[in-house]
């Protein structure tokens, strides 16, 4: 099977956007899919947002990234949205985002 690359759009933070193409890339390795960071003529756009959520636990107060991501097509219409919380680090919730991701594609695209 050969390599797929997808162009994305990330609307984020420019930080979180980094962070996002990162672990997009890191994962997508392992289902033969690069991702390419583009502002136009992308294949799918990713509205992708984190904040941080504080808790109490026994030992003291908690502060957990929590992203909110959202997948449309190339014309705008939305595919997928998700949301992830509990994770310790921005890095942690990219991880899972970047997951979600590439597993939402690989659904659309093969039913497609």
Partial sequence: MGQQTLRV???AKEFDR?????KLNEHGADHHIKFELVNQNFDYRIAYGTGQAGGIAPYGPVVA????TRVF?????ELFEFSRDGRKTDAGAANATAKEIIKGLQK???AG
């Fill in 9 to 11: 759009r990330i609307d």
């Fill in 108 to 110: 659309l695209r093969s």
């Fill in 65 to 68: 990234t929590a992203s909110v």
């Fill in 18 to 22: 980094a962070l996002l193409i990162q």
């Fill in 73 to 77: 097509d190339a014309k705008g219409s």
